[in-house]
């Protein structure tokens, strides 16, 4: 796992850095998108590159990681509209070449199960973006989670909630309590793991990520199983790190032709 720590700006430009790199190599790459607010600086830096420097998407494929259920179609925290706001729209991507597992149909896990197929039939996900959750939950992999579920139904903990209720003008009570969310089993199944997280609440979150014992009790430790997992933070998010100099060394002595 690598572990770089840098102003925000930077972490978001090292991420689209890696996606255009890919996208250059690979015209058709398949995207893992994340919502939150963990991407957004690398969606603008995206946005970015395509208006003026010619980044395109056309051939790409996009999947996001999870979706609310139940939330009306046209709702503005729906993830499918988040995604579209956030970089879809803003990039020459066709509203059908970015799929999320859909939170509205009546058969919730024929819904996930198509989103399994959906995926491997793309030839699964290149590159994935993740943010991180206080509780340590990737996509909706709350505590507890199966450290090898695919696509399901996930109930939110009360902390993810009141995380999220920001998006719902701080009303908690409008948050849903179900979501569809890629497994970890599925998300581990992508060939590069890039995840951002800054500020000091994403602390203790990050130290275990990075350094704690492999556990469902903090989800995204199964990451330390990856063999190419990236992990962007600012100052703030690594304070906890116990090993932050010799990371710092580390990224500080690397070939700037390795990339991420
Ligand atoms: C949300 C999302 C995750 C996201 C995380 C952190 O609930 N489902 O995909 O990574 O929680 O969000 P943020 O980046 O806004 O802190």
């Given at each position: 796992m690598e572990v770089v720590i840098a102003p925000a700006q930077e972490l978001a430009v090292l991420a689209a850095e890696a996606i255009e790199a890919l996208l250059r190599r690979r015209p058709q790459a398949v995207l893992g998108l994340a919502t939150g607010s963990s991407p957004s600086q690398v969606y603008d830096e995206l946005a970015r590159r395509h208006a003026e420097g010619g980044l395109s998407f056309a051939r790409a494929r996009g999947f996001m990681l999870d979706e609310y259920v139940g939330l009306a179609a046209d709702h503005p925290e729906r993830y499918r509209n988040v995604i579209a706001a956030d970089i879809a729209e803003r990039v020459d991507w066709q509203a059908d070449q970015v799929q999320g597992p859909d939170g509205l149909a009546s058969d919730l896990s024929a819904a996930c199960a198509a989103y399994e197929r959906a995926i491997a039939d793309a030839g699964g996900v290149d590159l994935q973006l993740l943010g991180i959750g206080t509780d340590g939950h990737i996509a909706f992999n709350e505590p507890g989670s199966s450290l090898a579920s695919r696509t399901r139904i996930k109930t939110l903990t009360t902390q993810t909630?009141?995380?999220?209720?920001?998006?719902?003008?701080?009303?908690?009570?409008?948050?849903?309590?179900?979501?569809?969310?890629?497994?970890?089993?599925?998300?581990?199944?992508?060939?590069?793991?890039?995840?951002?997280?800054?500020?000091?609440?994403?602390?203790?979150?990050?130290?275990?990520?990075v350094e704690g014992p492999v556990s469902a009790l903090w989800p995204a430790t199964v990451m330390q199983f990856h063999p190419h997992a990236t992990v962007l933070v600012d100052e703030a998010a690594a304070s906890r790190l116990q090993l932050a100099s010799y990371y710092r060394q580390t990224y500080d002595s690397k070939p700037a032709w390795q990339g991420l």
């Amino acid at each position: 796992m690598e572990v770089v720590i840098a102003p925000a700006q930077e972490l978001a430009v090292l991420a689209a850095e890696a996606i255009e790199a890919l996208l250059r190599r690979r015209p058709q790459a398949v995207l893992g998108l994340a919502t939150g607010s963990s991407p957004s600086q690398v969606y603008d830096e995206l946005a970015r590159r395509h208006a003026e420097g010619g980044l395109s998407f056309a051939r790409a494929r996009g999947f996001m990681l999870d979706e609310y259920v139940g939330l009306a179609a046209d709702h503005p925290e729906r993830y499918r509209n988040v995604i579209a706001a956030d970089i879809a729209e803003r990039v020459d991507w066709q509203a059908d070449q970015v799929q999320g597992p859909d939170g509205l149909a009546s058969d919730l896990s024929a819904a996930c199960a198509a989103y399994e197929r959906a995926i491997a039939d793309a030839g699964g996900v290149d590159l994935q973006l993740l943010g991180i959750g206080t509780d340590g939950h990737i996509a909706f992999n709350e505590p507890g989670s199966s450290l090898a579920s695919r696509t399901r139904i996930k109930t939110l903990t009360t902390q993810t909630r009141v995380d999220n209720a920001r998006f719902f003008d701080g009303d908690v009570e409008q948050v849903p309590t179900h979501c569809l969310t890629q497994g970890l089993g599925t998300i581990m199944e992508a060939r590069h793991l890039v995840l951002l997280a800054t500020g000091r609440h994403k602390a203790e979150a990050v130290h275990q990520l990075v350094e704690g014992p492999v556990s469902a009790l903090w989800p995204a430790t199964v990451m330390q199983f990856h063999p190419h997992a990236t992990v962007l933070v600012d100052e703030a998010a690594a304070s906890r790190l116990q090993l932050a100099s010799y990371y710092r060394q580390t990224y500080d002595s690397k070939p700037a032709w390795q990339g991420l």
